[in-house]
């Protein structure tokens, strides 16, 4: 039995696309809420649905769980409420953590690029566990996943108790079908699909930085699909253990990204610059890629999805279809 946190938000519902597919069995903890996320799984329902909070007693009661994938979170970069972001993102992952130790379950949890703050060269994206005390978020959620990276890996001396496999995966920007109740935080790739479609030019914001033109901020963009299959290569290598960044390796430009939109939908590429919010500056990552060479290193063979074919394959595959669900 498989256990998914957030199993009907984003990527967790991806991932239990991916092992339904599988054929295999898998219990969600979420909530179906208000927003839709039920289409979410609509094609592919879980053996089981468990509301956040039955979660404990549940786990309390519950048979033999194989592997836990904790992707549930508060994952807004403007969260203001810590209280709330702790309980959630560090006591609940900590938890989870000590339950599969002590009933020999597998732990895979999602980290975040958040972590690495006002990180700017790609030597500064290092996800070795001996790096984190350098690393400096620059909002609430990524010091909250932050905090867990380093709760878990002060288990590495080989006399802690630890889960029989454990990883987390710092996720860069992710994009794909069934993001589409995740409201502000939804994909830089799905606003400017919904701008560009309505007519409006794609627009961007302005850089806050001297150093940076225009457009020139650049992220390290990762199609969902991709992200799954780093979990699911995890899933049939139990004997890798580790903290990994999760990202292409490859930082585009949002200027890229803007035209890559324009090209997919086959229309003229328009642009328009706007000033950022105030709410974001200071927190704000003009630049993330990510170094694969420790999860290359673990034995990770899989290619990463190009921006432009990942664009026009959500694009021409979901966002124009009658059905942009997975």
């Not at 709760?151 to 860069?172: C, I, M, S, Y």
């Not at 627009?203 to 930085?209: K, V």
């Not at 919010?277 to 899989?302: H, I, K, N, V």
Request: with cysteine.
């Amino acid at each position: 039995m498989i256990v998914i946190t957030g199993g009907a938000g984003f990527i967790g519902s991806c991932l239990q696309a991916a092992l339904a597919a599988r054929g295999l069995e898998t219990i969600i903890v979420d909530w179906l809420g208000q927003e839709g996320k039920w289409r979410n799984v609509s094609q592919h329902a879980p053996t089981r649905l468990i509301a956040p909070e039955n979660l404990e007693a549940f786990l309390a009661a519950a048979p033999k769980i194989d592997t836990i994938f904790h992707m549930g979170a508060i994952s807004e970069t403007t969260a203001t409420d810590g209280d709330l972001v702790w309980r959630t993102n560090v006591e609940l992952s900590q938890t989870l953590w000590d339950w599969c130790t002590r009933n020999r379950a597998r732990f895979i949890y999602a980290s975040s690029a958040a972590t690495y703050g006002a990180a700017d060269k790609p030597e500064l994206f290092n996800d070795d566990p001996g790096y984190l005390s350098q690393l400096r978020p620059l909002n609430l959620y990524g010091w909250s996943k932050h905090v867990f990276d380093q709760h878990v890996t002060t288990t590495l001396d080989q006399h802690t108790p630890r889960p029989p496999q454990w990883a987390g995966l710092k996720f860069f920007n992710v994009y794909g079908p069934n993001e589409y109740h995740k409201g502000k935080m939804i994909s830089v790739v799905k606003v400017k699909y919904d701008e560009v479609k309505s007519g409006q030019p794609a627009r961007l914001f302005r850089s806050d930085r001297p150093d940076i033109a225009d457009g020139m901020q650049a992220r390290d963009f990762i199609w969902v699909g991709d992200v799954v299959n780093v979990m699911l290569w995890l899933y049939d290598n139990p004997e890798v253990s580790d903290l990994f960044n999760c990202g292409t390796g490859t930082a585009r430009t949002y200027l890229d990204l803007a035209h890559a939109v324009c090209d997919a939908i086959g229309c003229e590429r328009r642009v328009e610059f706007i000033d950022m919010p105030q709410s974001l500056r200071g927190q704000y990552q003009s630049y993330t890629q990510a170094d694969l060479s420790r999860l290359r290193a673990a034995g990770y063979t899989g290619q990463f999805t190009p921006l432009e074919e990942g664009i026009k394959r959500y694009v021409q595959d979901y966002l124009a279809t009658d059905n942009p669900y997975l």
